[in-house]
């Protein structure tokens, strides 16, 4: 498999796991007040999406990390700050939806590989749809 799709790949697999980690730290902020519900929904898709990810990246004999990136850590500020400030309540949702957007601009990219075997284009597909379902949901909610 070529390089480039292994690379994009374990990129959606960060992004899942950076997501995950964000809304890890606000569901901590929200105290049970809130928007609970939807960082709980949230972690849940995005821990599943790493999940998934990680079971076709292992099979090429590649790893990534559970780790994340450097933006865990820009996001775990971000959410403390805003919950220092205002609390965490619907005006942070256009934030969120901004967010996942570019979590389904990447998957765009990497759906556009010419290389993808059918069954990582068809989870792909499937994880895309769920975050464009996800965000359609959020916006239903917004103020």
């Known amino acids: 498999m070529p390089n480039d799709l292994v690379t994009a790949l374990k990129s959606l697999h960060t992004d899942a796991i950076d997501a995950g980690n964000g809304y890890q ?19 849940a898709l995005h821990r599943k999406h790493a999940d998934e990810l990680l079971s076709v990246i292992r099979p090429l004999g590649e790893n990534a990390s559970d780790d994340g990136s450097f933006m865990s850590n820009v996001h775990r500020t971000i959410i403390s700050i805003r919950s220092l400030l205002g609390g965490l309540n619907e005006s942070i949702l256009p ?35 769920e975050l464009r379902s996800a965000i359609g949901r959020m916006q239903a909610d917004e103020p």
């Open 25 to 43: 730290e606000a569901l901590k902020d929200a105290e049970g007040h809130g928007l609970t519900s939807l960082f709980q929904d949230m972690i």
């Open 95 to 129: 934030g969120l939806i901004d967010g996942e957007k570019r979590n389904v601009s990447h998957y765009d990219d990497a759906l556009n590989e010419q290389t993808l075997p059918e069954s990582s284009n068809t989870l792909l597909l499937r994880q895309r749809d």
